[in-house]
């Protein structure tokens, strides 16, 4: 079974332009998270979608971030225009229950770096 | 609002050495926990869990954890670290209500020295 998969791995842009990062879940997992690592902090949740429906949002830093899963399964994250502070590695997560105890599954992260 | 403690940045630790991360928490109610593993360009990897019952819980890769309510901790332990193990560890503590987003610690770096 194929794990949870973002592309790109890595992307380099310029302050400005703008980003999309896209993450495919587990078949079948209907929950959907994003979280970011900026360089040497924690990882922190960014939103939470159950099939196409944002669940939580609280983590979304500003709305120059879009995040959408068009028909429940891929996702992608949106960065319009990008800022230095944007900088940090992208993590997706799949999970398939809903409420209560389970594992969630991460991806392997795309890299922003933004100039 | 939960919360995770790391303490320790960076440990190094020689090659068949016994290994101990520690992890805090902070959460009103029953904590779901969790260690992952991210090694150079890996994603983040589950190591173990504990939602309830046995508070020491095995993992792969020969590790445990021993949940502590009294003490809010939930420390990772192997016995014999192998050079294999150096990559960085991050507990995580879910709510057990709602979907459970995860509150992660800043992560522990290992190192594994000859």
């Known amino acids: 079974e194929a794990g949870v998969t973002q592309f790109p791995s890595h992307s380099v842009i310029e302050k400005g332009q703008t980003v999309t990062l896209r993450c495919d879940p587990i078949?079948?997992?209907?929950?959907l998270y994003w979280y970011r690592r900026v360089m040497g902090k924690e990882i922190k949740f960014l939103l939470h979608f159950v099939k196409e429906s944002k669940q939580d949002e609280s983590g979304m830093p500003n709305n120059r971030f879009l995040a959408e899963r068009t028909g429940g399964t891929y996702s992608t994250l949106k960065v319009q225009p990008a800022e230095l502070e944007d900088s940090g590695v992208y993590f997706c997560a799949s999970r398939e229950t809903g409420f209560g105890p389970d594992t969630q599954y991460f991806g392997p992260g795309t890299r922003l770096t933004v100039l | 609002a939960q919360s995770v403690t790391q303490p320790d940045i960076h440990i190094t630790v020689s090659e068949g050495a016994s290994l101990e991360l520690r992890c805090n928490y902070s959460y009103g109610a029953t904590p779901y926990l969790f260690w992952y593993v991210q090694s150079p360009g890996q994603g983040l990897q589950l190591l173990l869990k504990y939602f309830s019952g046995d508070t020491l819980v095995q993992g792969i890769k020969g590790f445990e954890a021993e949940f502590k309510r009294s003490q809010s901790s939930f420390n990772l332990r192997k016995p014999s670290v192998h050079w294999s193990d150096a990559a960085e560890y991050f507990c995580?503590?879910?709510?057990?209500?709602?979907?459970?987003?995860?509150?992660f610690g800043t992560g522990t770096r290992l190192l594994v020295s000859p």
């Open positions: 995580a503590v879910g709510a057990d209500t709602g979907f459970q987003k995860l509150v």
């Open positions: 078949s079948g997992h209907d929950n």
